[in-house]
């Protein structure tokens, strides 16, 4: 009996000193994979859309290559990267769309979170259509007319309605609410991933099918398949407060950068870089086309994209 | 002898059968005649009636905010889920950077020869080809990352599932309890559950662990108590009459008898965590699931192939290993001075080997030396798209497929689900599982899928079934024709056996964007994505049920001048009966769970409802979503559970 209690209380006590004596801080645990072997590692969190991986590969690939760090990037969705940036498993989100209630809980009220100004792209929302479909029918892009062209938009999915294509769970939408309370005869089909969007609105594209789908820019697909936006009703400050009752249109969202305040404060010339990183949507959508087009590898792409824009990113390590 | 009578209970069994079949279903007739009516009264409604539910959203909302505010704060986080959170992340880092100090070559070379010592010298050269293999692909780091994680979780699962399975095999009490939290553990698909783990531990590889082992530690505790339970009596008594402890018993008796057994559920376990590497990467995992999941997110097939490739070869490394350290242990068993110097010599050979790589500087994978698959495999992907999807002469093209199964079979089947009384399924449900099983079965197929309605979610659970029954009719009509096809020529098998590896071990992530580029997004991809998943467990099954049937019978049957189609018929299928009826059970469980990762191409319902909950984290809509599919696991796999499985399952 001693001897088995005095084995517990070796094993507690080793696994005190273990994690740091006392009271293990959930707030505070880097990956397991980060600093390995001396070096310096950040961990950037990478979102599900192509723009994300842009922004990503390009901080990397100067991280690593003029910075001398190693550079760790975890795929999370939007709203648990920032759980995890404020617990430190991420050091940065490169591209915020804009969360009011993340933004009070962790910057406001717990301080982990730091931010760490524009990113110098401003993302919108919103409903299109492809252009092709728009040359044949002028007044589709109005959302008044789309109750005519219904029919036009059915798929087996949507049955005896047209087909809204929303995609991936993680961004924000108010589709479901607006199709009700503009009274359209439409059926929200979840795509459930970019990914599975792009190909769906690629194959349509391809035998020039007529397609309407929540999208948003800045996007690389834009570049392969042309599309305009419907007009929705017009954005006025406030008009989306009440998620069931909107009936207006996305509004045009400046994206943010933000850090974990502990990295903010102690992560050196890497988080200098990383506050000072800012683009415009054109150099981002010429490295997103490169990685989800040319299928170049996110390096590759950031390197090409380096190579021929020096002064833009000298600015950003002096 | 026992050949020789076999047969004789086996034709009378039928009759029985049926004869308390009967019994069973009259019986519930009545039940049926006297509740049906008073329940129509009270809730006329179709669907499941709006009284009968319970609203979760709020207190689960109020216990997320709970936990997000007092995650640094409260004495459970700090002391508890703080300490367990650490110790993974210190023990995994420790793994990882042994691993790393070892270099590409340390690891190969040690790899090699743990298989060569295990397993002879054709799985050392394998293991070692695997290895390269990984580094060729440009996924060396993270396959290392993948690598410490699995360590970590495996060991984790075979220390928890060894404490169980002891504890099972030393009580016959703590085994009655213990077997069905085992059954549900292995049911519950793993995407059901990542929500609350990732909750408590956050994003990251603290909760990919747990999770993991969750998934991962039941086949261990079974087959150890199994183990246990099956120790030779005579040997026991020998040990005991020489006046042995219960714990020298234990330690020098049972349990090394008992090492078949745990050897293979070490298999099990590593084969299951290894297949919940690419699900944890939604949560934040790292390693060759994160580089799968996001290749997805840029639509590129080959890259996710080439970090699924990896996953596969390790997957297949370790299964034949561990399997052939199960099987030759009779020989070698008990005498561990004799075995302990080979295995100094491999250790010394690896030290040596990462001594001089770290010498040389290759610590690292070298970069130039890397093979990139990714292009032509795209290039194969999009020529697939942009023949077969629409326009085939006379067959139509996959679109067109995808959308008449949509609408002849699967909105057919959701509308009628949904249609039906909800009375009335919850005793087709019970009919089912009485004829089938016991009627402690029935009644938690019942109480399960009460339970769905009570949540609140009875029309997108009905949906989700529907896309399952949908699934496991495809799965099991292509399944049986293969197996049969497969117990019948051994080339066939011989020719499939790798198809078949490599389709049950590759992440199903990566077939996710070709068969939206085939089938478009809807919930017809998630059924094929289901199919491809589930069937090579059902031709497995199917095949080894079909080869084991009783060799005298089919002689018999053939003596008396039978074609080969009677044969199969008349003989065959029906005494290979057990082993159909678990294929089914088989087949159902693990279509569910790739229905559910559907949500990600478009299969809606409970699917998205779970990916939904994780993306936003909304703890109402996803904690209700799991507990849906949990209980909707537990219905069908108590539905088609046959009474043989108890003992087979472990086995």
Same mark, same amino acid.
């Given at each position: 009996m001693r001897v088995r209690t005095a084995y517990s209380v070796a094993a507690v006590t080793s696994l005190a000193l273990l994690s740091g004596c006392g009271a293990a801080d959930m707030t505070k645990q880097a990956s397991?994979?980060? !600093?390995?072997?001396?070096s310096k590692t950040v961990t950037l969190s990478v979102q599900s859309w192509v723009g994300a991986q842009a922004n990503v590969a390009v901080a990397q690939y100067l991280l690593e290559h003029k910075l001398d760090y190693r550079v760790d990037t975890v795929q999370v969705d939007e709203v648990p990267a920032w759980d995890a940036l404020s617990q430190g498993?991420?050091?940065?989100?490169?591209?915020? #769309?804009? +969360?009011p209630d993340q933004e009070k809980r962790? %910057?406001?009220?717990?301080?982990?979170i730091t931010r760490a100004g524009g990113l110098g792209v401003t993302g919108h929302i919103g409903w299109y259509v492809p252009t092709y479909l728009v040359k044949q +029918?002028?007044?589709?892009?109005? #959302?008044? !007319?789309l109750n005519k062209y219904s029919s036009m938009f059915r798929t087996a999915e949507s049955g005896s309605k047209g087909q809204l294509m929303d995609g991936s769970p993680s961004y924000v939408t108010n589709d479901k609410a607006l199709v009700t309370n503009l009274k359209l005869n439409y059926q929200v089909v979840f795509a459930g991933s970019e990914a599975a969007q792009i190909t769906q609105m690629k194959q349509f594209a391809k035998e020039k099918k007529p397609f309407l789908t929540y999208w948003y820019a800045p996007q690389w697909l834009f570049k392969k398949v042309p599309m305009t936006e419907v007009k929705l009703p017009a954005y006025k400050?406030?008009?989306?407060?009440?998620a069931t009752k909107v009936a207006c249109a996305y509004p045009h969202t400046p994206l943010e950068k933000y850090l974990n305040t502990d990295f903010a404060k102690k992560g050196g010339k890497a988080a200098a870089f990383l506050k000072k990183f800012k683009w415009t949507t054109e150099d981002q959508n010429e490295v997103s086309l490169m990685i989800a087009?040319?299928?170049?590898?996110p390096a590759d792409a950031a390197k090409k994209w380096v190579d021929s824009h020096p002064s833009t990113w000298k600015a950003w390590l002096s | 002898m026992a050949t020789a009578t076999a047969p004789a209970p086996r034709l009378a069994l039928p009759g029985v059968l049926r004869h308390r079949a009967a019994h069973k279903l009259l019986l519930l007739a009545l039940a049926a005649a006297i509740l049906v009516p008073l329940a129509n009264a009270h809730w006329a409604s179709g669907? #499941?009636? +709006?009284?009968?539910t319970v609203d979760l959203s709020g207190p689960l909302g109020r216990a997320n905010d709970w936990i997000i505010d007092n995650r640094d704060s409260s004495p459970v986080f700090l002391y508890f889920f703080g300490y367990i959170s650490n110790a993974v992340v210190l023990s995994v880092r420790a793994v990882y950077l042994v691993l790393l100090a070892a270099g590409w070559a340390g690891v190969t070379a040690f790899g090699a020869l743990v298989a060569w010592r295990v397993a002879g010298v054709r799985l050392a050269v394998g293991t070692g080809v695997a290895f390269l293999a990984c580094g060729l692909l440009g996924m060396w780091v993270p396959t290392m990352q993948t690598l410490a994680l699995m360590v970590v979780a495996v060991l984790t699962s075979v220390v928890v599932g060894a404490l169980l399975g002891l504890a099972g095999g030393l009580s016959e009490r703590t085994d009655r309890a213990l077997r069905p939290v085992l059954d549900t553990m292995q049911v519950l698909p793993a995407f059901a559950y990542l929500l609350p783990v990732v909750l408590v531990f956050g994003i990251g590889v603290p909760a990919a662990v747990l999770a993991t082992v969750v998934y991962a530690a039941p086949p261990m505790a079974r087959l150890t108590a199994l183990g246990l339970r099956n120790a030779d009596p005579e040997v026991l008594e020998a040990v005991e009459s020489l006046g042995a402890t219960g714990r020298q018993r234990l330690l020098t008796a049972r349990l090394p008898l008992a090492r078949k057994q745990l050897l293979l559920g070490l298999n099990q376990t590593i084969m299951m965590a290894l297949s919940m590497a690419v699900i944890a990467s939604v949560i934040g995992a790292g390693g060759l699931g994160d580089r799968v999941y996001q290749a997805l997110a840029s639509v590129d097939v080959g890259a996710a192939l080439a970090a699924g490739i990896p996953i596969v070869l390790l997957a297949v490394v370790l299964d034949r290993v561990t399997a052939a350290a199960g099987e030759q242990t009779?020989?070698?068993?008990?005498e561990p001075g004799s075995t302990l110097r080979p295995w100094l010599y491999a250790l010394g050979a690896t030290v040596a080997v990462a001594v001089v790589a770290r010498l040389a500087g290759a610590?690292? #994978? =070298?970069?130039?030396w890397t093979l990139n698959i990714a292009e032509p495999v795209n290039r194969v992907v999009d020529w697939m798209t942009a023949h077969?999807?629409?326009?085939? =002469?006379?067959?139509?093209g996959t679109a067109d497929w995808a959308g008449h199964f949509t609408t002849w079979v699967l909105d057919p089947v959701r509308d009628g689900l949904q249609w039906l009384p909800w009375w009335s399924v919850l005793l087709i449900v019970a009919a089912l599982a009485w004829v089938i099983g016991t009627w402690r079965t029935a009644l938690t197929a019942v109480l399960a899928m009460a339970a769905i309605g009570v949540l609140g979610v009875w029309k997108p659970s009905l949906d989700t079934l529907s896309q399952v029954l949908a699934a496991v009719a495809v799965t099991l009509v292509l399944g049986f024709a293969t197996g049969i096809a497969a117990a019948r020529s051994d080339r066939f098998e011989r020719a499939l056996r790798p198809v078949l590896d490599v389709c049950q071990t590759m992440p199903q992530f990566v077939y996710l964007i070709p068969v939206v580029a085939l089938f478009? %997004?809807?919930r017809a991809p998630a059924v094929a994505a289901a199919v491809v998943y589930a069937l090579p467990a059902v031709v497995r099954i199917t095949t080894q049920g079909l080869r084991q049937v009783d060799p005298a019978a089919l002689e018999s049957a053939r003596s008396l001048g039978a074609t080969s189609a009677q044969q199969l018929r008349q003989i065959q299928l029906p005494l290979a009966r057990p082993a159909l009826l678990l294929a089914v059970n088989q087949g159902v469980v693990l279509v569910l769970a790739v229905v559910i990762i559907g949500g990600l191409v478009g299969g809606g319902a409970l699917g998205y409802d779970a990916v939904f909950g994780l993306a936003q984290g909304d703890l109402a809509t996803g904690l209700v979503a799991g507990a849906a599919i949990v209980c909707l696991g537990l219905m069908l796999d108590r539905v088609t559970?046959?009474?043989?499985r108890r003992t087979k399952k472990g086995a």
């Open positions: 397991p994979f980060a !600093n390995a072997q001396g498993r991420v050091d940065a989100i490169l591209e915020d #769309w804009g +969360h962790y %910057v406001d009220d717990k301080k982990t +029918h002028p007044d589709i892009i109005d #959302w008044k !007319n400050e406030g008009c989306d407060a009440d087009d040319q299928k170049l590898s | 669907s #499941w009636p +709006h009284d009968l009779d020989e070698s068993a008990g610590l690292d #994978w =070298p970069s130039g077969l999807y629409s326009g085939v =002469p006379y067959l139509g478009g %997004v809807g559970q046959p009474t043989e």
